[in-house]
């Protein structure tokens, strides 16, 4: 397979690399992974994340492993493997559906390597497609809150809700952005919160329980947010605190923006109660852990509930900004997330 370069995934001499995530900021290390067993790991532990980014790197890796002469049936079982190793977000199954029809052909180590790049080139025009519309809906001299990474770290492209907030930036629209830290994992703290300073827009870190605060005061003009699953009726599964974002947007009349591709959107999800969501180790919340070091604050034994992600119901949304275009409440509610969505 041809080198390839994204922020955080690269391809070198037919070996795939990825961005440590957890040891950011403080370093840039870059993991080599050969391994299903590793990737599954990177994954469970962060290493690599946000949903697009998790697909993309399975997808890769069992391109890599195919060209590197793995047979059909261990294959098969790899991708099963990749497919089981975070069950909220929806992209690493749609990749991996392109990736099994691929394996089915005669050519499959040719068809493999083929279809794992265009994936990744077709997530970096998703994220532009998403900028371009979402733009419109940034007025001059905003300041929007966004919570955990939607960035060029979780995407091959620009990012999704992170994404808009750049081209808005680029475009001189935002005046400030909040940055939710993101507890428990601080994926805003670390990652958001670099990104943004890499860019030089003007960011303030907030703790997650500020924005109310934020809102109150009128200091917030929009929120948003990506997703890793988007249900049939609109309701979407994000970062653990984006649904209490929602209800305080509501609460105080501000608009709540949910920015992805349509590779997070599963029409076979009724609803955002069936959406599968990931529930993590205690103690990520009972302290912290990371490159700055680790330190446990609660009670041993602390009793701890740690799911990763929450589902925002439809009626707090104030629109879904896709690739395929802007989708409005009155949208969602005729039931276009039923069907698989199309351009236009
Ligand atoms: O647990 P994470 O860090 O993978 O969660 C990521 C998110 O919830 C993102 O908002 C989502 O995946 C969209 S990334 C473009």
Redesign the pocket.
Known sequence: MQNLDTTSLRVRDSRLWILDQQALPQRQDWCATDTVAELVDHIHA?RV????L?GLSASLLLALLAENGMERRALLQSLALLRAARPT?VNLMNNLARMAQALDRDDYPAAMAVEALRLVEEDRALCGAIAGHGVALVGAGSRLLTH???GGL??AGI??ALGVIRVAAAQGKVRRVWVDETRP?L?GGRLTAWELGELAIPYTLICDAMAAGLMARGEVDAVW????RIAANGDVA??IGTYSLAVLAHFHGIPFYVAAPHTSHDPACPDGAAIPIEQREAGEVTGVAGSFGSCQWAPENADVDNP??DVTPAALISAWVLDTGIVTPAQAQSGIFRKPLTQG
């Not at 994340?49 to 697009?52: I, S």
């Open positions: 962060l994340r946000g949903a697009p998790i977000a955990c990474n939607t979780a995407t990012g999704t994992l994926q947010v990506g997703a890793d994000n970062k990763a992600f």
